[in-house]
Nanobody
Framework: QVHLVESGGGSVQAGGSLRLSCAAS????????MAWHRQAPGKQRELVAIIFSGGSTNYADSVKGRFTISRDNGKNTVDLQMNSLKPEDTAVYCC???????????WGQGTQVTVSS
């Protein structure tokens, strides 16, 4: 069992920045996959950013060029740097760990991000 706890959410005006952090209850191994998802009210959860074992990344089209996912192999954190925030980025952001080998997913409780215009 892996527990994930997100932090860094809050309220910001459009154009501002926030940095989310996800702390895991164990070391994040280099071959685990880490991701950030978000869910806005009345909408389905969507993948925002993902970072694979080799360090390659993918982003939702809506956040490309504005968000950056990073991980610290050997430690227990994965971050999401969010710049040039827009009101449509308002959502609960959740961290996800996809365990190497088992492909089991673990989720955090989420942190609220609110962007005002």
């Amino acid at each position: 069992q892996v527990h994930l706890v997100e932090s860094g959410g809050g309220s910001v005006q459009a154009g501002g920045s926030l940095r989310l952090s996800c702390a895991a209850s164990r070391i994040i191994f280099s071959n685990d996959t880490m991701a950030w998802h978000r869910q806005a009210p009345g909408k389905q959860r969507e993948l925002v950013a993902i970072i694979f074992s080799g360090g390659s990344t993918n982003y939702a089209d809506s956040v490309k060029g504005r968000f950056t996912i990073s991980r610290d192999n050997g430690k227990n954190t994965v971050d999401l740097q969010m710049n040039s925030l827009k009101p449509e980025d308002t959502a609960v952001y959740c961290c996800r760990l996809i365990e190497a080998g088992t492909y089991r997913s673990y989720w955090g409780q989420g942190t609220q991000v609110t962007v005002s215009s």
